[in-house]
């Protein structure tokens, strides 16, 4: 399914904005990297064809709302671009609303190009583009969310995924029909080559132990007991475990 979503979205690549109504900065940024203006950012692709959103029990956005972000070009010093961003899950892309349009009362919602020297910094989550066959399709690439700087000896990323299930009717009178819906899911992974090689790592205590050598096992074994890491709780609690984790090893 991603590889039909990708073309019909290069098909799909248009141009056609009001660059006079922008800053100077914000025009550049528009003619390099919008990629289409359409209503059909609120559809998804199923095997039974095109479906609104609103016949969806489900987001395919991380949130609904656009947050205050900032959108960061690594291939020139000092380029940064303040905008209200959102990051869609079930099409692996990133949105942008712009001020001009708030200001116009205009509700369109733009696509941005998938160019991997952008990053994304959304309500302080960073987004970076990625290519790596064992985690994408051969050949392609996503959007992983970068959860401690890049710089590190172990770099921990979260890779979002949705998962699409189709609706069902009532069989009998005393059932009720189930819409479909877009069920969120997340997997963790760990670099340790600045984001060039890849392996899944769960926030689960011996999970995280078999990612280390033997020697530095012993040091994370201690780490996690005598922080009284449970690895358990709700997502987020889990997540900051792991985190603290890492964060240690990398203080080593």
Same mark, same amino acid.
């Given at each position: 399914?991603?590889?039909?979503?990708?073309?019909?979205?290069? $098909?799909?690549?248009?141009?056609?904005?009001?660059?006079?109504?922008?800053?100077?900065?914000?025009?550049?940024?528009?003619? %390099?990297?919008?990629?289409?203006?359409?209503?059909?950012?609120?559809?998804?692709?199923?095997?039974?064809?095109?479906?609104? /959103?609103?016949?969806?029990? @489900?987001?395919?956005?991380?949130? %609904?709302?656009?947050?205050? @972000?900032?959108?960061? &070009?690594?291939?020139?010093?000092?380029?940064? $671009?303040?905008?209200?961003?959102?990051?869609?899950?079930?099409? &692996?892309?990133?949105?942008?609303?712009?001020?001009?349009? /708030?200001?116009?009362?205009?509700?369109? !919602?733009?696509?941005?190009?998938? $160019?991997?020297?952008?990053?994304?910094?959304? %309500?302080?989550?960073?987004?970076?583009?990625?290519?790596?066959?064992?985690?994408?399709?051969? @050949?392609?690439?996503?959007?992983?969310?970068?959860?401690? @700087?890049?710089? !590190?000896?172990?770099?921990?990323?979260?890779?979002?995924?949705?998962?699409?299930?189709?609706?069902?009717?009532?069989?009998?009178?005393?059932?009720?029909?189930?819409?479909?819906? /877009?069920?969120?899911?997340?997997?963790?992974? $760990?670099?340790?080559?600045?984001?060039?090689?890849?392996?899944?790592?769960?926030? *689960?205590?011996?999970?995280?132990?078999?990612?280390? %050598?033997?020697?530095?096992?012993?040091?994370?074994? *201690?780490?996690?007991?005598?922080?009284?890491?449970?690895?358990?709780?709700?997502?987020?609690?889990?997540?900051?475990?792991?985190?603290?984790?890492?964060?240690?090893?990398?203080?080593?």
């Amino acid at each position: 399914m991603k590889k039909s979503i990708k073309l019909s979205l290069l $098909i799909l690549v248009l141009f056609s904005f009001n660059v006079s109504a922008q800053t100077p900065g914000q025009a550049e940024f528009n003619r %390099e990297q919008v990629v289409r203006q359409s209503g059909e950012i609120y559809t998804i692709d199923t095997e039974d064809g095109k479906m609104d /959103l609103k016949d969806i029990e @489900g987001s395919p956005f991380l949130t %609904e709302e656009f947050k205050p @972000g900032v959108i960061m &070009d690594n291939s020139k010093e000092n380029s940064a $671009i303040k905008a209200s961003l959102r990051y869609n899950i079930f099409y &692996d892309q990133v949105e942008v609303q712009y001020e001009s349009d /708030l200001k116009s009362n205009l509700e369109q !919602k733009r696509v941005l190009k998938r $160019i991997d020297t952008y990053e994304y910094l959304i %309500e302080g989550k960073l987004f970076k583009l990625y290519f790596n066959d064992d985690i994408f399709f051969d @050949g392609d690439s996503g959007y992983l969310e970068v959860l401690n @700087g890049e710089d !590190k000896k172990i770099v921990l990323f979260k890779k979002y995924y949705q998962e699409y299930l189709s609706g069902t009717s009532a069989e009998t009178s005393y059932q009720r029909d189930t819409p479909p819906q /877009l069920i969120t899911n997340f997997t963790y992974y $760990i670099s340790k080559d600045s984001g060039q090689t890849f392996s899944s790592i769960e926030a *689960d205590r011996w999970d995280i132990l078999d990612s280390f %050598e033997n020697k530095e096992k012993e040091l994370i074994k *201690d780490f996690i007991k005598s922080s009284k890491f449970k690895f358990r709780g709700s997502d987020k609690e889990a997540e900051n475990e792991l985190k603290r984790t890492i964060f240690y090893y990398n203080s080593l």
